[in-house]
């Protein structure tokens, strides 16, 4: 029997799940929240690959975590071409500064 | 020839709705004439007057078709009517009312065409006295629900038609005098002396001759309306119609701020009548489901009327425990509660007392009896022919005319709270009277005063007694309402009788037939002329005080515990003589008190003359023949039934009424004690005022010292005078401000909380219900506000708001999972 | 082991042959997108021919094929049925909701075209990311499987950053662009992680079988209480969580009033309603697919589900109506208005999961019926909305270009100096508040009728209808206030009058038109949406 | 044929409205004006016609016996159903009467004049819709198509709070309209799937076997119902609109806000909420009793207190329609055997006739009183009662007319308001003598603020207002309104069978009808106590 069992690979993807969603509200960045944003899609990622190796899901979960990958990386890019808009407009990249909208 | 009923109510609709006619017309005489058009007063008096032709025409048409016969036994009864007749039935036996079984023929169709049944009221009772005919129909009507029917009907008997001829005749006297009273009028920048401008000068304005003779019109045409009415709704309709022109035509001077005022409160105080009228209406309609008088044949089934279900055809009230049973079973004429054991329809006793109150409180409203009596006096705002026409003969008497019409529905305890209301409001008004100086104001009190006595009169039983007064009322003060108008006219609208004085050589035919209207009031009687001619020959005055005089009698001595109701007529008998003679002896005898009015004073033209010779003819020979009279007889003519024979002391009240025998005994005593009060009361007035040894003035300054100018100069028996002359002084000032501040007091007040509760019911309106929706409004918009403060604006929150969320609404769904 | 030769092969024959011929509209819109890139390279056609013609070209061939496919599938002539290998699904319901977003993207086209908005240069770039979005929101629409769930959402949701931040100078819509883009990003990884518990703890990711996963799963352990019922339930939610974020459902909606206020009225005018529909497609199937075949499977925990979106529903109503009182932006009030209409379809959603999940249990309650009343309800209501909220923002985009600003103020006396405009905005406000001539009042009508039915099985619906009701009255309040300013104020003193060119007062028009007439006649869509409803629900 | 007849006759006014905002320039402001008087005559003209060939012997709806119809919405069973009777068609004929005049007292609009007249004619349309529809859900699309109108009407022509006045007035009518929506679901619910009000009476009234609504619904929809209609007539708690609504709005419009708008409450209770929830009706006779008395004697005190001469009139509206609901609910019911049953059925016959008499009525004399108080506020422009008198000098035939229908108002026997009032208070007896004494009592009170506003304003010495120069007697339009105002109130007054032999069929059906759903709810099952009435 391999050693790893599904719970082990659950806990880390949940880990890195929980750390992502973290990086997001604490950091005052632009770019750190964009780094969250990855750790997020790539904790769910692990989950769907430990699935398809432990479950009766089988490949689906293979060929899903492909998508996600190249999903995370457009909206990656899309991600920074809006932020770095943000940053010519506003001079900073501190998110907390761009709060004109409210109300 | 269809009956008579019929043809009858075809003359009095004419003459009811002339007027009508006249007042559409001349309202809108401001644009068929100029302002100093005098046409539009011929063509109201050529409408009245037609009135009158067509009601004296119809009295003609009554008379033939009766053959007379509610005149047989009177002029040529011989018996003196001051010696106790000894045997109860005396030589004229009635011969029964001949019987007019005939019924109309035609179904009663919805509106329009009057149909008409008509009931002989013809029964044979033991009493000499048996009422006549009355004929009942409908006009159209208003409405129909399911067994409910309202409509506009005619009650026709002998009152009815003696109403119409005395209204329709002095309103054509009333409206000839008004010609020349109201001439000033008729230019097109009348000045209006009395009425002020906020910056003090007099108000000018165009005349509006026109306009007082359409309210006039208007006026006679309500007050026809209330006496034609066939059922107590229609006399509703037409009362308030009455009141509206009453205040118009208080009202007519609408520029003065207490014309207005006055008028304002003649119509409220009816309004607050009315109210007690409406409560009686409403108990009278859900329990008896009519209002007509007399029976009426509603598509084919006969259906009795109120006083048929009430009275039935015995006259009694037939009471089970304390309820009335309605007697509706019956036909023609005859109505009996129905036999054991049949679905009978029943009206709680106390009811009926409080329905008979409420109407009688309408009349109190109208009448101006005691507790409602303030207005009448400020309505003598309006022009001196309106205070003679409406506040003195005809209207303020509709309510008298009401309390008879509708006396059968009126149980012993209404009829005892009628005669003491009387009672009250006689003597106030006497004492009142004794001490007014405006020549209006005295006639004012003083007709309050006659008008107690009428209801004073109906509340003894003595029916036909309270209506000849009211009849002979009705002639003589008219009559001295003109009179006082033609003085008013001639001393250029002065009415203070302190400034008058010996105008009766200025003004001759006012004064003398004003001294006949005198007579005639205060019941004076050549003594002894009875016993010549069988009936004292004395003006119509004594006649009908007379008969009130010895029903009270009669009543106090069949109830000795109410000796006030005989006791108090009496005194007043003599206080309205003292007061009358005052008046008569303060403006046109002694010397003149104003230089300046003497001189100018001159007598009316003709056409305010004429009319008070024909008055005074009537004041003086209307009653002729006193008891045994022609117009006793007619009056009589419609008695309802069971008056006459008088009412054992039954029912909660305990009180029997004196009948017609009981009152013929006691006549002769009555008619000389009546005749002392009203001489003693003529002199002491004569000695106060004509001989003027001091001046009246002088009485009012040293008022208290006037016991002893009386003992120090006549010697006479100082207990009687100080009993008489002082008392009623103080008592005189004691009610006047008893008037002015209780009563109007009370009116004032309850004006005034009307207002204040009115102020709190707005503030409420505005602050709590009003506030209630703002308040929402109000909540839901900070609410909102507050919403959006969470939205800061700054993403980090954002998105930590959709970890905590994702927590949140897991731990909520987990908590509230529906268990298995 | 078939050789991953055979395997290609087959896979291509399934995708030309079979697949793809169903999906023509999704195929026309990408020949558009080529064609866009393409024609810029040959300068002298791209002098002619303006971008927006291509696009209107492209978007009229999608909406004619959408058009023609749900007219075959009603009359039997297509089969529904599932395609690129069980990803897709093609049936009544996907066609109608593509329809839908065929119909709306030549609408939006028409009314860049007026507004100006992309100009020539850069409008190229706007039209092939608003193709791309409506693509991906054409795949949400027919999703099959978890995949496509996830696909779909990201394809419809990444155009939109770009769009939001489209005008490039304006810090605001940078502001907004960013927060867009966080906020959506953070909300698709947490579906995403929701997905991928939900597949692991089903074994499968094709939505028609996650229901009989399900009921096993739930069925050895034991009940409600257990670990397994307990990762299902939080994963649903999660899942949930991302459609939440599209529907801009309450404590997912703070992006909303900041990004519709910092994009243009165009784009948000894009946003707020086609994605709401695409969306609230991809939620029923979803639901229907926890319900599965039989209902009454599961009944606790798919009520409990219901009833959770109920109570989203409702606060989700009222904080919309309440929120928007203060808004004096145009375009922050229609925000908050855009809330609350989506927690009202929420209502519908809800309705229909609860009376699917124990409708049963009543006796003698036609169950199907009630549900189809509720889809019924659902499409009527996306329909309506699509042009209330068009004619809404449309307005609010013309007026900017005479006004230059988008506050209330600026609308003052506005109304009687181009009646024409406002009256359109009246009627798309008034229906948008629910009254009776309008269609905004038959959608909400039969959403209310399918509540009060389903009312019997379950009483929380009957204090939806309450709560629906006092917010159709709530909602009078701000609605009114733009009405109020156009026609009960006077214009201030130094403002030019505002004179509308007649094309574009047509184009209100031909917005508000069908709001009038979805409110005299709605027989023809409602029998459309019935037929659909009763072929969603058996 | 009827059906093409009626609806030519509720759509003559938007045809009217279209033609005039297509075909006129804003610019030519009297031709609008002379267009928009045709048009309200023609529709006049049309009504009169119905109300010739209306048959009073004919029971139930006319033309046909459940009104013509024509399908609208076949899924949900919903009919464009159209049919009067003698309680819809007295209310149709007053409509188009009052729009007419109010349309020719609209000279005096001095702003977006196209604006005005369109609206004007849309709001007229809403009207006759409503008392025409026999569909729930056709009463309730007509129900707030006239909302619209009347809010912009008030809101853009009205005085200084106008925007306030307009937005209480369609937040009080909304609220109400979703309360009746909701009741509309339960009768839709309740009876497999019917909206035509006449089959839901013939349910609630148990003729249709099988189908019933139970006492639960029926009380719950009725309470539903009362509020929502109780707004509109308006009684006593739901009335705070009335006053700014009127005080706000322009003469016209409060003519036709007074004269027409309020009755629509009062028919919808008589149309709808009585004859399908007989037992819910019988359940809230009392409380409908006592909120009419208080109505009464509420409005008058306020209108006591008012110092502004529209709020005083706008009071006294609140007043005479308490009568409206008082006549209504007089159902006096005795224990018979172990089931309830009407006693002295006759009386609130005669009360139902009354009220419906006194809608007809206070139409004419509160649009009356309302035109008299915009012809003095066109010319001095202000309200203040302390401030006018003396103008019977000044403005003699003004200040008659003033008078004959302020005399209406008072309830002047001769005149309208006198029938309405005095049959209303006659029946209430039979059911409770002490509310009924209350009642009477309102008829000083009605005579002491009316009278003293005549004093304050036509009656006095000279005019203490401000622009005392302005006030020019009245010229010919103005006279011809005023005119036919106090010739239809005299004619209602002498001659009242005019309207009775109308309405009295419809009623004694409507009085019988619940009574037999009374029975026949008890038959099945339903417990009806008897509330003592004091």
Known sequence: MDAVSLNYVLAIGAVLFVCGVICMTTKRNGIGILMGVELVLNGANLNFVAFSRYTSLGLDGQVVSLFVIVLAAAEAAVALAIALNFYNNHLTIDVDRGDELHG | ?820 | MTSFGTLLDRLIDDTLETSLCHFAPELALSGTIVALLLLRLFGEIDRWIPPYVTTLVGALVALGLCGTQLLDLLNGSQEAGEFFTGLLVFDHFGAFVRGLLALFLVLVVALTVLTGIPDREDGPDFYSLMLGSTIGMMIMASANHMLMFFVGIEMASVPGYVMVGFLKGNRKSSEAAFKYVVYGAGAAGVMLYGVSLLTGLLGTASLPELAARLTIVLGHSGGVGSAESLTALLAVLMVMVGLAFKLSLVPFHFWCPDVFEGASAEVAAFLSVASKGAAFALLVRFCMSLIGTDPGANPEFLTGIGLGLGVIAAVTVTFGNLAAYSQTNVKRLLAYSTIAHAGFMLMAVSALVVVLANGAAVPGFDVPEAARMCVEGLLFYLFVYLFMNLGAFAVVALLRNQTFSEDIESFNGVGWQSPALCICMAVCVFSLVGLPPLGGFWGKLVIFMSLFNIGEVHWFMWVLLVVGGLNTVFSLFYYIRILKAMFMREPAEGARPVEVPSAISNYALLIALPVLLLGLFPTWTTSLAHGVATWLIP | ?534
Request: aromatic residues 12%.
């Open chain 4, 1 to 534: 044929m009827d059906l093409i007849f009626l609806s030519v006759l509720i759509f003559m006014p938007t045809a009217g409205a279209l033609v005039l905002a297509v075909l006129f320039n804003s610019k030519a402001v009297e031709p609008m004006r002379v267009f928009t008087v045709v048009v309200t005559a023609i529709t006049f003209l049309m009504t009169l016609q119905l109300w010739m060939n209306f048959d009073p012997g004919v029971s139930g709806i006319q033309p046909e016996a459940n009104g013509v119809s024509v399908e609208w919405i076949g899924t949900w069973n919903i009919h464009y159903r159209l049919g009067y009777d003698g309680i819809s068609l007295p209310l149709v004929v007053l409509t188009s009467f009052i729009s007419m005049l109010a349309a020719l007292a609209s000279w005096s609009i001095n702003k977006l004049h196209k604006g005005y007249f369109v609206l004007f004619l849309l709001l007229e349309t809403g009207m006759l819709g409503v008392f025409l529809a026999l569909d729930f859900f056709l009463f309730y699309v007509f129900w707030e198509v006239m909302l619209l109108p009347m809010y912009f009407l008030i809101g853009v022509w009205g005085g200084p709070r106008r925007e306030y006045a307009a937005i209480k007035f369609f937040l009080y009518t909304l609220a109400g309209s979703v309360l009746m929506l909701i009741a509309m679901l339960m009768f839709y619910f309740g009876s497999g799937g019917e909206f035509s009000i006449l089959k839901l009476s013939a349910i609630g009234q148990g003729r249709v076997p099988g189908v019933q609504f139970d006492e639960f619904t029926q009380i719950t929809a009725f309470i539903l119902l009362f509020i929502g209609f109780a707004i509109k007539v308006p009684c006593f708690p739901f009335h705070t609109w009335l006053p700014d609504a009127h005080v706000e709005a322009p003469t016209p419009i409060s003519m036709i806000l007074a004269g027409v708008l309020l009755k629509m409450g009062g028919y919808g209770i008589l149309r709808i909420a009585f004859p399908i929830c007989p037992v819910g009706a019988q359940y809230g006779a009392y409380c409908l009793v006592a909120i009419g008395v208080i109505s009464i004697i509420y409005g008058a005190f306020a209108a006591l207190a008012q110092t502004d001469f529209k709020r005083m009139v706008a009071y006294s509206s609140v007043s005479h329609m308490g009568y409206v609901i008082l006549g209504m609910a007089v159902w006096a019911v005795a224990q018979d055997g172990n089931i309830v049953v009407t006693s002295g059925r006759d009386y609130w016959l005669m009360g139902m006739n009354g009220a419906m008499f006194q809608m007809i009525a206070h139409g004419i004399s509160s649009a009356g009183m309302f035109f008299m108080v915009g012809v003095i506020y066109d010319r001095v422009h202000h309200r203040d009662l302390n401030q006018f008198g003396g103008l019977f000098a000044l403005m003699p035939l003004y200040s008659g007319l003033a008078a004959g229908i302020f005399f209406a108002g008072l309830g002047l026997p001769g005149l309208c308001g006198f029938i309405g009032e005095v049959f209303v208070v006659l029946s209430t007896w039979n059911f409770s003598p002490v509310l009924a004494i209350v009642a009477a009592s309102g008829v000083i009170l009605t005579a002491g603020y009316i009278l003293w506003t005549l004093q304050r304003v036509y009656l006095g010495a000279e005019y203490k207002g401000p622009h005392a120069d302005e006030i020019t007697p009245m010229n010919a339009r103005e006279a011809t309104i005023g005119v036919t105002l106090l010739f239809m109130a005299i004619v209602l007054g002498v001659y009242p069978a005019l309207m009775f032999d109308v309405m009295n069929g419809s009623m004694a059906e409507l009085v019988d009808g619940m009574d037999a759903g009374l029975r026949a709810a008890q038959q099945s099952g339903a417990s009806i106590t008897m509330t003592p009435t004091p």
């Open chain 2, 1 to 820: 020839m269809d009956s008579l009923g019929s043809e009858l109510s075809k003359y009095l609709l004419l003459a009811w709705l002339l007027p009508l006619i006249g007042f559409a017309v001349e309202v809108l005489g401001g644009y068929w004439g100029n302002r100093q058009d005098k046409r539009a007063a011929y063509l109201a008096i050529a409408c009245i007057g037609a009135g009158f032709l067509l009601s004296s025409f119809t009295f003609y048409r009554w008379g033939t078709e009766t053959h007379w016969q509610a005149f047989a036994g009177s002029v040529s009864e011989s018996g003196h009517a001051s010696v106790a007749d000894p045997s109860g039935s005396d030589g004229h036996e009635k011969p029964d009312a001949a019987h007019h079984p005939h019924k109309a023929a035609g179904t009663e169709t919805t509106h329009g065409t009057p149909g008409h049944s008509e009931t002989a009221g013809a029964h044979d009772d033991a009493a000499h006295h048996s009422p006549g005919p009355s004929y009942s129909g409908t006009f159209y009507t208003l409405a129909t629900f399911g067994s409910l029917t309202l409509s506009i009907d005619y009650y026709i008997d002998s009152l009815t038609i003696l109403m119409f001829c005395m209204v329709t005749l002095i309103a054509t006297c009333i409206h000839i005098f008004a010609v020349g009273y109201m001439s000033d009028e008729l230019t097109d920048e009348y000045v209006d002396h009395s009425a002020h401008t906020s910056d003090g000068h007099h108000v000018h304005r165009p005349g509006r001759f026109h306009r007082f003779f359409a309210f006039l019109s208007l006026f006679c045409f309500s007050m026809l309306g209330i006496v034609l009415a066939g059922n107590i709704f229609q006399v509703f309709v037409f009362w308030e119609l009455v009141g509206i022109s009453s205040f118009l035509l208080i009202g007519f001077y609408t520029e003065r701020k207490s014309a207005n005022v006055a008028a304002n409160k003649a119509f409220i105080v009816n309004r607050v009548g009315d109210f007690g009228f409406i409560i009686g209406l409403m108990i009278l309609w859900t329990y008896c489901g009519t209002f007509s008088f007399g029976d009426q044949d509603l598509n084919g089934h006969e259906q009795p009327g109120l006083f048929s279900m009430i009275r039935g055809s015995d006259g009694e009230i037939t009471t089970v425990g304390d309820d009335v049973i309605l007697k509706t079973v019956g036909h023609n004429g005859h109505w009996e509660a129905p036999h054991e054991g049949e679905s009978n329809r029943t009206l709680p006793y106390f009811l009926l007392v409080i329905a008979g109150l409420g109407v009688f409180g309408g009349c109190v409203g109208k009448s101006a009896q005691f507790p409602l009596q303030t207005w009448l006096p400020d309505a003598m705002e309006g022009p001196t022919p309106v205070s003679a026409l409406v506040h003195s003969a005809t209207m303020v008497a509709a309510g008298v005319y009401l309390a008879a019409r509708f006396y059968p529905v009126f149980t012993t305890e209404v009829l005892l709270t009628i005669a003491y209301i009387g009672c009250i409001t006689l003597f106030i008004a006497a004492t009142i009277a004794v001490v007014a100086t405006d020549i209006k104001r005295v006639l004012a009190y003083s007709t309050i005063s006659q008008l107690g006595y009428m209801m004073l009169a109906i509340g003894l039983g003595g029916w036909a007694a309270g209506l000849f007064h009211l009849i002979t009322h009705a002639f003589f003060k008219s009559l001295m309402f003109l009179c006082s108008g033609s003085v008013i006219h001639g001393c250029h609208h002065e009415q203070e009788m302190t400034k008058m004085g010996g105008l009766r050589h200025k003004m001759p035919i006012t004064a003398y037939t004003m001294l006949i209207g005198v007579i005639a009031i205060s019941g004076l009687a050549i003594p002894g002329s009875a016993a010549l001619i069988g009936f004292p020959i004395a003006f119509s005055g004594f006649h009908s005080k007379d008969a009130i005089v010895a029903t009270a009698l009669a009543y106090t001595s069949l109830n000795p515990i109410h000796f006030l109701l005989f006791l108090t007529p009496l005194v007043t008998a003599g206080i309205t003589a003292f007061y009358m003679f005052r008046l008569w002896f303060y403006t046109f005898t002694g010397k003149p008190r104003d230089e300046h009015i003497y001189s100018h004073c001159h007598e009316s033209p003709a056409v305010m003359c004429m009319p008070l010779v024909v008055l005074a003819l009537f004041a003086a020979g209307c009653a002729f023949g006193g008891e045994n009279g022609p117009l006793y007889h007619m009056i009589g003519n419609s008695e309802p039934l069971g008056v006459a024979s008088g009412v054992e002391a039954g029912g909660a009240a305990g009180v029997a009424l004196p009948s017609h025998h009981a009152i013929h005994e006691v006549h002769g005593t009555a008619g000389v004690v009546a005749l002392l009060a009203a001489g003693l009361g003529t002199i002491v007035a004569f000695l106060l005022y004509c001989r003027p040894v001091v001046d009246p003035e002088s009485i009012k300054r040293q008022f208290s010292g006037v016991h002893g100018f009386l003992v120090e100069k006549w010697q006479f028996d100082n207990l009687y005078d100080v009993a008489f002359v002082r008392p009623s002084h103080i008592v005189g000032r004691w009610c006047a401000t008893f008037d002015k501040e209780v009563l109007d007091g009370i009116l004032h007040s309850t004006a005034r909380t009307a207002i204040w509760i009115g102020t709190i019911d707005r503030k409420f309106d505005e602050t709590i219900v009003d506030g209630l929706v703002n308040v929402v409004g109000n909540v839901t918009r900070s609410v909102g506000m507050s919403l959006t403060v969470f939205q800061t604006g700054r993403i980090r929150q954002y998105v930590m708001f959709i970890a905590i969320s994702v927590v949140a609404l897991f731990a909520l769904l987990f908590a509230f999972m529906p268990k298995a």
